[in-house]
């Protein structure tokens, strides 16, 4: 009995060492909960820098370069100054038209649409167009007898178009244009600003149809009679700069040689316009708001 007590203390003495050898076992760590909430980071909005310091020397009378995109004014020159706009408003005319419904509408030529001078197509009465190939006509070529025709057909009169030519332009932001005619000449009373006519260039611009027409350098102008007529777009910066997309050229002895330019390089798109030039400064004027803006 007292050796078989004696063994047993012996074995349980053994276990025990045995067991303080052993780390003791630690429960598992458990990662921390991840969050799952998405993580908002703020774009990276980089607003383009101005271009350089030395602003151009124009002998335009008024200036303005903006952003075609978000409107910034980058240079400019009496631009609120009002001063008669030449055929520049014919912008206007044409976004009125594309307003006022369909372009594919059918336009027959009225005998008073063909009474105006000078820059015309010579249309004739009895003649249909398309209010499509008029408005191209109108932005390539500039005819003042194709501008009669679409007020007439939009708005009944002359007096009547003038009238949606200032209402849209007051809904677009020009608050400084009053316009009598729908292509142009000098009329008393009628004005604009070198800043509103960008303001109209630019809505201008957004419509593509618009910026192709403004964009061609020439093509061929088909009379119903089948006789054909080679137009030249009368803007020469187009074939001046690579990068120039158009716009709209403006002369009378009022206003001076005027013209809207646009322009895409760089990766910045700009509208510059000049008024109350001259035959020879005009282009060298656009040319070196483009060059400026975006060279």
Known sequence: MLLRDLLASLIALALVSCSAGQAPVQPAEQSPPQDTTPVLVKPNVI?????????PQLRAESAVVIDAVTGRILFQKNARTRRAVASTQKLLTALVVSKAGSLNDQVTIQNTDTKVEPSKLYIKAGETYTRRAL??????????????????????????FAK?????????GMNDSHFKNAHGLTEEGQFSTALDIAVLARHVYQNAFFRECMATKEYTWTYPDGRTKQLT??????????YCTGMKTGTTRASG???????????????????GSNAAEIWNDSEKMLRWALE
């Open 47 to 55: 607003k383009p820098a101005l271009p350089s310091v030395t602003t």
């Open 135 to 160: 408005v191209k006509g109108l932005l390539v070529k500039s005819g003042n007898d194709l501008a009669k025709a679409l007020a007439r057909d939009v708005a009944g009169s002359q007096a009547e």
């Open 164 to 172: 949606l030519m200032n209402l849209t332009a007051r809904s677009l």
């Open 233 to 242: 777009n009368t803007n020469k910066v187009l074939t001046r700069l690579p």
């Open 257 to 275: 040689r005027c013209l809207v330019s646009s322009g895409v390089f760089n990766g910045r798109n700009v509208i510059a316009v000049a008024l």
